[in-house]
């Protein structure tokens, strides 16, 4: 890459993020608003030298948006380099403001990337029994056993995103502003479902325990429906013992009630070896597995199977904290919240090469 070229481009974009929002372009059907450096098309223009002034208007007619001094473009859907599969803060990752025992109601924008996956049942009846986290515009990240494990005459056939409380559509809550509204929520069919490979359902230990679920088209980002983001190389070898890291879903309460309303609880990591300890007599925890919980009360369970352990931080080389998936929940002790036995959950950091290669 010729840098001059390349930097002067960065410079020319940064001297439009004055502009007001509405001043920036709206993409087109068949593009996507990404950072100006993961778009390979228009990062070529630059490699040739000196750019015309048509080359130059072109190019702040394709910028849509300006996030912390970062220019986005318009960028033709698909294109884009290996690294740039995936979303980078602060497009995914954000903070705003029932498998989960001991939980506490999110606020309305809380997690936006979790998803609720559908299954058609006999009598036509469609039920949410495991979750899941976007990772992309296109792939719900999300456990092997929700496939595989689930009644013979359950077909996983569609996700729903951007919900908040099952009892509406939209959701509302009461702001010290007055009231606050979601965008309904979406439901979109699952196109392909890609379990990994080594994944055997009746092992004990459930090794391998992850899936992506394709999606038949791609997802629009909003406040309410956006990815989490996935741990960069550098980030992958973090031990999280003793951190706190987060649980969200719809799934049990310590009632074995499905909550209606989103739900979030904190959870502490176990080190390996202390977590082997308490499953020590009935299976073996390998390092593809995280363990965290164990506290009275506090715990995911069955409805949040395949949903995200997350991690709320600010993380090296970034300019402000988000969340990283750190973990997808697997399996954990019979009684929910039940006290020193943590839960098990695949860690994402030993499959980023699993998830990269079957994304497409």
Known sequence: MKTIGFFSVLLLLAASTNHV??????????????????????VKLTQKGRLTPQETNYLRSKQCNSINRVAYVCCKNGQGSSA???????????????????GEATDIDEFPWIAQIQYRKPGD????????????????????????????????FQVRLGDWDTRTNPDCRNDING??????????????????????????????????????NSIRY?????????????????????HNLEVAGFGKTEYENSSPLKLKVGVDAYSAD?????YSNQLTISNQQICAGG????????????GPLMKYATYPNAQAPYYMLVGVVSFGPRNCGTKDVPGVYTKVSEYMDWISNNVQ
Not at 21 to 42: A, N, R, T, Y
Request: net charge neutral; with cysteine.
């Open 179 to 216: 009231m606050v509204c979601n965008d309904p929520y979406v439901e979109v069919p699952v196109a392909q479902i890609i379990v990994h490979e080594h994944y055997n359902p009746d092992a004990k230990n459930q090794p391998n325990d992850i899936a992506l679920l394709r999606l038949q």
């Open 222 to 242: 909003t406040d309410f429906i956006k990815p989490i983001c996935l741990p960069e190389p550098s980030l992958r070898t973090i031990d999280w013992t003793g």
């Open 84 to 102: 740039s599969k995936f979303p980078k803060p602060p497009i995914c990752g954000a903070a705003f403001a029932d498998r989960i025992v001991g």
């Open 21 to 42: 929002k509405s001043q920036f372009s709206q993409c087109v059907s068949g593009e996507i608003c990404k950072p100006f450096k993961d778009c390979d098309e228009l």
């Open 295 to 306: 506290e009275s009360g506090k715990d995911s369970c069955n409805g949040d199977s395949g």
């Open 274 to 278: 202390d977590c082997q300890r308490v």
């Open 125 to 156: 009846k469609i039920g949410s029994h495991c979750g899941g986290s976007l990772i992309n515009d296109r792939y719900v990240l999300t456990a092997a056993h929700c496939d595989r494990k689930v009644p013979k005459s359950w077909k996983l």
